[in-house]
């Protein structure tokens, strides 16, 4: 059993930046891939990045590839999102997710486990 709690979500300009966090409990967390999703207001929840076990495999989305960064640290059980060059398109509710893997293509129906999010809002 894996469980996920999010922070670091807030209100930014456009342009600025943001680090989202994400606490895991459990033994097992480092045995896990882990992911960032995303949920704008009125929209399906998207994939966002996600990072293997060992860190040495990363994976985004088209839409933040090169502005963010996913990164975790094992010996604290926790995976991070840099957030920057934020738009107003990025405002949405930031969830963590966990995953046996990482897939070449990430589905929210794989996901074994989830945060429940943090809000980031970015203004124009």
């Known amino acids: 059993q894996v469980q996920l709690v999010e922070s670091g979500g807030g209100l930014a300009q456009a342009g600025g930046s943001l680090r989202l966090s994400c606490a895991a409990s459990g033994r097992t967390f480092r045995t896990y891939a882990m992911h960032w999703f995303r949920q704008a207001p009125g929209k399906e929840r998207e994939f966002v990045a996600g990072i293997s076990w060992t860190g040495d495999g990363t994976l985004y989305s088209d839409s933040v590839k090169g502005r963010f960064t996913i990164s975790r640290d094992n010996a604290k059980n926790t995976v991070y999102l840099q957030m920057n060059s934020l738009t107003p398109e990025d405002t949405a509710v930031y969830y963590c997710?966990?995953?046996?893997?990482?897939?070449?293509?990430?589905?929210?129906?794989?996901?074994?486990?989830w945060g429940k999010g943090t809000l980031v809002t970015v203004s124009s």
């Open positions: 997710a966990a995953d046996r893997t990482l897939r070449g293509v990430v589905y929210a129906q794989d996901m074994d486990y």
